[in-house]
Structures are given as structure tokens and as C-alpha cells.
């Protein structure tokens, strides 16, 4: 029996308890977030039991990725990209819309996210350039060069529609790149480029878009003249977000104290609930399944469940979900180290930056210290194929842990020579 169970928990044992304690963490709190959900369909089970149905299989797509070995991963790279880049190019044509975003589509009657594909993709390419081009002195300079090429082809489709994602998938490269040793001459200039970048998008978000009033005075005349004009324009689809962007920053970068009766709780229901369940834990928490703003906060249980996780789980709660990110993340660090080779070295630490950095973009949009983004909770928030991609990625960190080869021990070799001369 233990051998069976040996050759299903394969690789790293602290990552699958780390990935245990998650799936765990995400039943229990997203059968209590989805009250609404269970209340609308009539059903109290069904989204629980849809939800663990996911976890199922990721959990089996996770068994299958780590029982490949590390080295092929390379050979699925080229096909990945041009998937992506293609997905994500239709969807900003004809993708179907979310919460006013063209992020989804349809293929083969399965409903995705091409970036959850793409971040992916763009890991592994950048984990096999700087491995490639890796030098005594570190990275050859080139790389630099082959990393943007790339990563353009990636990051820019998401920009229009999912902003967020394109900026956590950067900070992840550019963190690759710093962990590959590229030259940080390069890098910071990179950080240049972009901080311009980013002070001239900003300020077209602020002189384009609209606030929320005006946008809601532009959604009625648009509604009046939409039978003049059958469909916008391609510069409209694209450019139709600055309005959510701006309102975002304004209501991030506000310094005006709002009384609490004067808090309008309609137009920032997220943010004002969210701070609500975090106040009302009274540090110790309210108890597993006994929240109460799961009922009024909008994607409790996807965007927002780590404020229904300090609501019910108190403080303790919360530090412990967070700890075990960041096991997760130094865990992965010492299979790196391990490694012989830099690119499953790199392609691990890769895919943990990603997942620990989207988890700290949503756990600090919940606590009020980032602008509302739409990122979930890696493994804990309820999701589709997002949740079967994340265990994807952890399958590919076991698969690293037990196929890669490893550094020789200087100790081990002490030890095979002292055998060697007791047995002659």
C-alpha cells in the first residue's frame, strides 16, 4: 500500500503538503464564500461539489505533468507560444466578455483564459534562453534582447483587456532575468523604459478616460445611439478598459475621509465589504462557514476570498495561508539550488515567482493596499481551468524535483571513497 501511495506522491513531499493545505484552505472557504451561488441555483451542493470536481482534476493533470520528466517540457514550448499568441490575438477580436473584459473563449466547448496558457508559456521560454545562453560571467547579453522579442509577443495582447496579468507576468520575467544572472546594466534600463511607459500610460488612463459618473452618462448615450452605430470601432474595443482604469486610481489614490454613514457601499460594494470582513474578525475570527459579507462582497469566493478568509480564519488564519506561499516559494528556491542544470533550475523558480506574486496582488487588493485587479488566489479561489493550470504548474515543480539532475554532493564523494577502502 505505502508503495502505491509512493508512486503517486512522487517528487518534493513538502510542496504536495504545501499543495494539500491549499486545496484544503480552498474547500472550506469556498463552500463558504459561494452561499450566494447555492442560493440562486437552489442547490446547495453544487457549487462545492463542481469546485472539488476541478480540484479532482487538476489534482490527476498534476500526477500526469510530474511523472513527466523535466527535459521535455522544452519540446512543447514552440507550440505553446504559437497557441497563445493566437488565442490571445482572437479574443481581443471576438472573445467573449466578463465583468466588461474580453477575456475568455471558447475551444472544443471548453471555456479558457489564453494568459493562464500564456503565462506559462512565456516561463518556459524564458527558462530555456537564459539556460541557452548562460556563461561563466552569467547571461550572455543577447539574451536580454531574445527575452523582450518574446515576451512582446505575450504580454502586449493581454495589455488592452487584462492589464494586470500582462504586469504580474512582467515582474515575473523581469525577476527570471535577475535570478539569470542577466547583466543589470540591462535590466535597469529596462525599469527605466518601463517606469516612462507607465507615467504615459497613466496619464492618457487620466486624460482619456472617464470617471463613473461619466461613464454612466457615455453607457446611456451610447445606448441611444447604438442603433446609428451597429458595432464600435477597433480603437474603442481596445481602448474601452481606460474608464475602468481611471476609476480604479482615482479611488486608490483618494486621501478624502469618508464618514461611515456617507460611504456609498453601491459603488465601491467591493472594497467597502471587503474592509467590513476583514474589521469584523476581531483578530480571532468568526469561524469556518459563519461569515457574514460572503452574502453582500461581489466574487467573495474568487477575487475576494482572502478577506473572507481573515473574516472567518482571524488574523491567524491569514498569516498561515500566507506562510504557506512563501514556503512554497523558498521550497522551490532549495529544489533549484539542487539542480545541475539552469534551466529546470530556472523554469521551477519561474513558475513559483508566478504563483506567490499573483497571490500577493490579491491578498493585497483584499487588505486595501493595491487597486482592485481581478487576480485570484492561486489554489484557493474557486476557478475552472485556471485552478487545472495551477496544478499544472505545481506538477511541473514535482516533476523538476524528482527528474532533474542533481548536484553531487562533496560529502557523498568522502563517503563512496571510505567505503571503497574498508570494503578492499
Not at 1 to 22: A, R, S
Not at 88 to 94: K, R, S
Not at 302 to 315: L, P, R, T
Request: charged share 15%; glycine share 8%.
Amino acid at each position: 500500500m505505502n508503495k502505491k501511495l509512493g508512486n503517486i506522491f512522487k517528487g518534493d513531499k513538502v510542496i504536495w503538503m504545501v499543495f494539500f493545505f491549499l486545496c484544503m484552505v480552498s474547500i472550506v472557504e469556498v463552500y463558504s464564500a459561494s452561499s450566494s451561488l447555492s442560493y440562486k441555483g437552489g442547490n446547495y451542493w453544487s457549487p462545492i461539489l463542481k469546485h472539488c470536481g476541478i480540484l479532482a482534476i487538476g489534482t490527476f493533470m498534476m500526477v500526469v505533468v510530474l511523472n513527466v520528466k523535466c527535459k521535455y517540457f522544452k519540446l512543447v514550448t514552440p507550440f505553446l507560444l504559437f497557441f497563445s499568441f493566437v488565442t490571445l490575438l482572437w479574443v481581443l477580436v471576438a472573445g467573449q466578455a466578463t465583468n466588461d473584459a474580453n477575456r475568455w473563449m471558447n475551444f472544443l466547448g471548453i471555456q479558457f483564459q489564453p494568459s493562464e496558457i500564456g503565462k506559462g508559456a512565456l516561463v518556459l521560454a524564458v527558462a530555456q534562453i537564459l539556460s541557452a545562453m548562460q556563461t561563466n560571467e552569467g547571461a550572455d547579453k543577447k539574451a536580454f534582447k531574445y527575452i523582450l522579442f518574446v515576451s512582446a509577443f505575450i504580454v502586449l495582447p493581454i495589455v488592452p483587456e487584462n492589464l494586470s496579468t500582462a504586469m504580474l507576468i512582467s515582474v515575473t520575467v523581469v525577476l527570471m532575468m535577475f535570478i539569470g544572472r542577466v547583466p543589470l546594466q540591462q535590466i535597469g534600463k529596462l525599469l527605466g523604459v518601463v517606469a516612462l511607459i507607465g507615467v504615459v500610460g497613466i496619464t492618457m488612463v487620466m486624460l482619456v478616460g472617464t470617471d463613473e459618473k461619466k461613464a454612466a452618462d457615455k453607457q446611456v448615450l451610447t445606448e441611444q445611439v447604438a442603433v446609428e452605430k451597429e458595432e464600435p470601432s477597433m480603437a474603442e474595443k481596445l481602448l474601452h478598459r481606460m474608464d475602468t482604469w481611471k476609476a480604479r486610481i482615482n479611488k486608490f489614490l483618494s486621501s478624502e475621509e469618508v464618514a461611515p454613514e456617507d460611504y456609498d457601499l453601491d459603488k465601491d460594494a467591493q472594497v467597502g465589504h471587503a474592509n467590513i470582513a476583514i474589521a469584523s474578525s476581531n483578530i480571532v475570527g468568526k469561524g469556518p462557514g459563519n461569515s457574514n459579507e460572503r452574502d453582500f462582497l461581489s466574487q467573495a469566493f474568487s477575487d475576494f476570498i482572502y478577506a473572507i478568509i481573515i473574516e472567518e480564519m482571524g488574523i491567524e488564519g491569514a498569516a498561515m495561508v500566507a506562510l504557506l506561499y512563501i514556503i512554497l516559494l523558498f521550497r522551490t528556491g532549495r529544489i533549484a539550488n539542487r539542480c545541475e542544470n539552469s534551466f529546470p533550475a530556472l523554469l521551477a523558480m519561474g513558475i513559483a515567482l508566478l504563483l506567490v506574486t499573483q497571490a500577493l496582488f490579491n491578498m493585497l487588493v483584499a487588505v486595501g493596499l493595491a487597486p482592485v485587479t481581478g487576480q485570484p488566489l492561486p489554489l484557493i479561489s474557486k476557478g475552472g481551468t485556471s485552478t487545472i493550470i495551477n496544478c499544472i504548474y505545481i506538477g511541473v515543480i514535482l516533476s523538476i524535483s524528482r527528474s532533474a539532475r542533481k548536484k553531487e554532493v562533496a560529502g557523498s564523494d568522502k563517503q563512496q571513497g571510505m567505503a571503497l577502502a574498508v570494503a578492499s
